[in-house]
Structures are given as C-alpha cells and as structure tokens.
C-alpha cells in the first residue's frame, strides 16, 4: 500500500522569504504522480503543482518549485518569494498510475508572516 | 457554474440519522470524486465516478455509505444511521478527463461540514 507522510506540522516564513515543505512517500511501484494542494482557511483546495515520476526535471510553476528525488522518495515543495496570500494548509498527494485513488499527506500549516 | 458547489454547506444531525450531501460539478466534467476530511487529516479517498458510473468506491468506510450519480452531473453522497466518527468535512471534487486519466486537474468544492450530535 502506498502511503504519503508529512513531517512538519507548521511551519512559518517571513515575508520575502523561501520556504521548503517537505513530502516523502512510499510505494513499490515505478509510474505515479505526485502533486502539492494548497488549502486556504476558505476552505476550497486548488492544485498548486504536479510532478510524473518518469520525469527527471522537476516541475516549475512561477514561485513554486518541486525537488524530486524519486530513488529517497521524496517530494519537497520550495515557495521563493513568498506571499502573505500563501497562507494555507500545504497537502502532497500521491497517485497511482493508471487509478483514481488518491492519497493525501496529513497537510503542513503554512503561515506566511508579515 | 463557475466551480464545483457543495450543499449544504453545514449539517448538524443527530445519531442515527440519515444524511444527503449534494455536490454540483463544473458544467461538462466527466469525473466526480468524494473525499473525507476528518480534523487534522488530510482528504481521504472515498468515490470516483466516471460519467454515471462508481469506477472506484473502494474507500467507502462501510454499507452505510452510498453515492450516486443518476445523470452524470451531480451527484449525492448518501449516509445511513450517522455515527458520531462521520463528523467530518466531506469534499468533492471534478476533473475533465482530457488527458483521458485521472491525472487532470480536480477542482473542489467547499465541502460540507457534517457533525453528528
């Protein structure tokens, strides 16, 4: 069974500032998707990136970043320049290649100080 | 609609009771899924449909659970005799299936927040 664990439960950066949550998984399979899921206190969750296994290049989308390292199996979301509007519960998801059932971490609480 | 709309938004009910909780996808999304999000957890896997169809109800916790989705629109969750360990918020979420997977983007509802009293 695959699982996705999240090791730090809060987390604080200044303004400005680069922060990196960390992600590491565990599975026995060779083709997945990983993926990180901001939760505002809204409430509504928005996919912030996603990253296929059989790519070597980490994904890249404006301030966000991803360092993949598939052989630790791990999966560590950078946010550089970061926004009060990053405020949020941080989720990395793992799914299977080929299935529907997607499976969360325990979530990062990100507060971005001003 | 511009997003996927979850009703209510909260629901109180008693032990025992039964419960619907509707999710309305983003108009033409072919691929529905439910999660729960229990406090301090993150979203645990319940449904996927696709179309009309439960591809996947694998997570369901027990027979008390049921979802459905007549039309291929929306669709309800359904729970029979609650039990206070149901308390949670219950999320749905849709995706396109263009890339012909599950892998497109699912967009979420707001969830409803369920407390069984």
């Known amino acids: 069974a695959q699982t996705v664990t999240q090791s730090q439960p809060e987390m604080s950066v200044q303004e400005a500032e680069t922060v990196t949550l960390s992600c590491t998984y565990d599975t026995s399979e060779n083709n997945y998707y990983l993926f990180w899921y901001k939760q505002p206190p809204s409430r509504q969750m928005i996919l912030v990136i996603r990253q296929e296994a059989y790519k070597q290049q980490n994904a890249t989308e404006n301030r966000f970043s991803v360092n993949f390292q598939k052989a630790a199996k791990s999966f560590s979301l950078k946010i550089s320049d970061s926004q009060l509007g990053d405020t949020a519960m941080y989720f990395c998801a793992f799914l299977l290649s080929g299935t529907y059932k997607y499976i969360f971490g325990t979530g990062t609480r990100l507060k971005v100080l001003a | ?117």
């Open chain 2, 1 to 117: 609609g511009a997003g996927v709309s979850q009703t209510p938004s909260n629901k109180v009910t008693e032990k025992g009771k039964y419960v619907e909780l509707r999710c309305d996808p983003i108009s033409g999304h072919t691929a529905l899924y439910w999660y729960r999000q229990s406090l301090g957890q993150g979203p645990e896997f319940l449904i996927y449909f696709q179309g009309t169809g439960a591809a996947d109800d694998s997570g369901l916790p027990n027979d008390r659970f049921f979802a459905v989705r007549p039309e291929g629109s929306v669709s309800t969750l359904k729970i029979q005799r609650t039990e206070r360990g149901d308390s949670a918020v219950y999320l749905c979420a849709s995706s396109s299936l263009t890339s012909g997977d599950s892998t497109d983007t699912q967009y979420f509802g707001p969830g409803t927040r369920l407390t069984v009293l």
